[in-house]
C-alpha cells in the first residue's frame, strides 16, 4: 500500500494546513489557488500518470486529527472508499447538531444539485454511536480514500455550477453499484464551514496564479 494525499487549498487556512503537517504522515500534493473544475482536471491528470495505491483527496477547510487520518488508512486495504465525516457546519463557535453522513440516495432533479438532493443527514450524536465501519451514500472529501482503480472509472467532475465534485462522483458511483462508500465513528475531523454559505476566508482563488505543490519523500 503506498498512499498520497492529494491536497486542495484555495484558501490559506493555517489551522487546516498545521493540522495535515502534524497528523499526515504520507506524501502528499497541494493543489494550491485552483478553482473547482480545474483542481479536478489537475487531479485526474494526476492520478493518470501516477500509480499510487491509494488516493485520499481532502478539503481545506477541515481540521484533520491523527485518529480520524489513522482509521481511514487502517480500513483503506478493505473498502476501495473510505472517508472521514466531518460535522456539517460551525455555528459560531459550536457545532452544528447534524453531521454529513447519510445512508439514503442521492438524487438530482435538476442540472446540479440543491440541499434537497442529499437524504437527511445523521446527527452527530448518531454516527458517534454505531460501532465499525458504516455505510455512507458518499464520500465529502475529508480525507476520503479511493483505491486507484475508482478514480480511474470515476475521473473527478463538477456540475454545470462549477461545484459539487463530491455529489457528482458520488451520484456516478451510486448510479453503477459497483462502488460503495464507508465510514468509521472514529474518521471525524472538524469542519469549519461557518453555516450552510461558502467558506469566503483568506481566499486564493483568483488572488494568485494556481500551482501544484509536491511533497513526495
Not at 478539503?59 to 488508512?73: E, L, P
Not at 432533479?109 to 440541499?115: A, D, I, T, W
Request: aromatic share 12%.
Amino acid at each position: 500500500m503506498n498512499p498520497v494525499l492529494l491536497q486542495m487549498q484555495p484558501r490559506q487556512l493555517d489551522e487546516c494546513i498545521e493540522s495535515i503537517y502534524q497528523n499526515v504522515n504520507i506524501p502528499k500534493v497541494w493543489f494550491r489557488a485552483f478553482d473547482e473544475p480545474s483542481v479536478c482536471a489537475a487531479m485526474n491528470e494526476f492520478v493518470a500518470t501516477t500509480n499510487y495505491s491509494h488516493y485520499i483527496i481532502n478539503s481545506d477547510d477541515v481540521i484533520v486529527y491523527k485518529d480520524a487520518f489513522d482509521c481511514v488508512m487502517n480500513h483503506a486495504e478493505k473498502y476501495k472508499v473510505f472517508t472521514g465525516w466531518v460535522n456539517m457546519h460551525m455555528i459560531g463557535d459550536k457545532m452544528s447538531d447534524i453531521s454529513n453522513v447519510t445512508k439514503g440516495r442521492l438524487t438530482l432533479k435538476g442540472q446540479f444539485p440543491v440541499r434537497e438532493d442529499y437524504p437527511p443527514w445523521h446527527t452527530i450524536e448518531n454516527v458517534l454511536s454505531l460501532l465499525g465501519p458504516q455505510p455512507t451514500s458518499y464520500a465529502s472529501f475529508a480525507i476520503s480514500c479511493f483505491a486507484r482503480e475508482v478514480l480511474i472509472r470515476y475521473p473527478l467532475q463538477t456540475y454545470s455550477n462549477s461545484n459539487s465534485s463530491d455529489h457528482h462522483l458520488a451520484f456516478r458511483m451510486q448510479k453503477d453499484g459497483i462502488y460503495s462508500a464507508y465510514t468509521h465513528r472514529d474518521a471525524f475531523c472538524l469542519h469549519l464551514r461557518q453555516g450552510w454559505a461558502p467558506y469566503k476566508k483568506k481566499w486564493l482563488v483568483g488572488n494568485q496564479k494556481p500551482e501544484i505543490i509536491y511533497e513526495l519523500k
